[in-house]
């Protein structure tokens, strides 16, 4: 299930956002002096983002977010002169919608940002009986979602069992939807991806020192 992270200091909002957005996993800030940081630990899909905020506005946020990733961002502001929409497309956001919303009409732009920007593959990949379909990997009852980085990276390896995988192959999936992410993130991802899978008894990703991963 893809997750949504809510960055809005209006509790009632809040609440409203997370029952109608019931199709994602949602999840919103819980201390607005560290927004980056709790984002990271999240790893959402895509972020909603208002402009008044305590402490740091959303313009600083979504600056600082944008030093680190390419998370889709749309604003949510009672805010609807020109300027302040331009300054958020300006800072890296990739939509703009004003309060009051329509729910609808909110949904529909993050169905459609979230289908630009992860458009990963749906066919069906097995191996050693777990079945990789999307961002999903299940194996009987057993099931765990994967962020669309993850799905992107394991789909890799699903692609050449036995056989390894060099990191730079593993980057340029990554990078054909404009994840820039370095060696470094690789390893980040890759490792919290394991521990991940474990959880469903998932444990065949081994590591090439030096050259990269193999599924074996």
């Known amino acids: 299930m893809l997750k949504l992270f809510i960055v809005e200091d209006d509790a009632a909002i809040v609440k409203q956002l997370t029952s109608a957005l019931n199709e994602y996993t949602v999840v919103s800030v819980q201390n607005f002096r560290s927004v980056r940081q709790e984002m990271e630990t999240e790893t959402p899909d895509l972020i909603l983002m208002d402009i008044t905020l305590p402490y740091f506005n959303g313009f600083y946020w979504t600056t600082e977010i944008r030093k680190k990733t390419t998370t889709p961002i749309i604003f949510l502001s009672s805010a609807d002169d020109e300027m302040n929409q331009v300054m958020a497309m300006d800072m890296g956001a990739d939509d703009y919608v004003t309060k009051p919303f329509s729910i609808d009409v909110l949904k529909a732009k993050i169905n459609a940002l979230l289908r630009r920007t992860y458009s990963f593959s749906q066919a069906k990949l097995s191996f050693n009986g777990f079945i990789l379909e999307g961002a ?75 050259v990269g991963y193999v599924l074996a």
């Open 136 to 210: 999903e990997l299940k194996k009987e009852q057993d099931r765990v979602d994967l962020t669309p980085t993850e799905a992107k990276l394991l789909r890799a390896l699903f692609e050449h069992p036995n056989q390894t995988v060099s990191k730079e192959v593993l980057l340029a999936k990554l990078w054909e939807s404009d994840d820039y992410i370095d060696a470094n993130a690789l390893q980040v991802n890759i490792a919290r991806m394991r521990k991940k899978l474990n959880t469903i008894g998932f444990d065949y990703i081994g590591t090439v020192r030096g």
